[in-house]
C-alpha cells in the first residue's frame, strides 16, 4: 500500500468546491481545505506509485478549479 498527501492549489474561491469533487474519487481518503499556500490537502493511497501517479495525473489533477499540485508520498523511515 502507498499513500501520499497531495497538496492543491486552487483557483480564488474554488477550494471548497474543488475538495467536494477529490473526495468523491476512489483511492482520496480524505480532502480539507487549508489555509497557507495551499488550498486543499489530500490524503490518498494506492497499491503502488505508479497507481497513485495515475490518480493524481489522471483524476484529481483533471478537476476544475485546479491549477498545481505537490505530490507528497508518505516513507515509513
Known amino acids: ?4 498527501y497531495i497538496l492543491i492549489q486552487t483557483e480564488v474561491g474554488k477550494a471548497a468546491i474543488v475538495a467536494e469533487q477529490v473526495r468523491q474519487i476512489e483511492g482520496v ?4 481545505d487549508v489555509t497557507g499556500p495551499y488550498d486543499v490537502i489530500v490524503k490518498a493511497s494506492s497499491n503502488d506509485v505508479d497507481t ?9 489533477q483533471t478537476v476544475e478549479g485546479i491549477t498545481r499540485t505537490l505530490t507528497c508520498p ?4
Not at 500500500?1 to 501520499?4: H, L, Y
Not at 481518503?29 to 480539507?32: F, K, P, S, Y
Open 29 to 32: 481518503e480524505t480532502a480539507d
Open 1 to 4: 500500500m502507498v499513500q501520499a
Open 52 to 60: 497513485l501517479g495515475k490518480l493524481v495525473v489522471a483524476q484529481i
Open 74 to 77: 508518505v516513507v515509513n523511515l
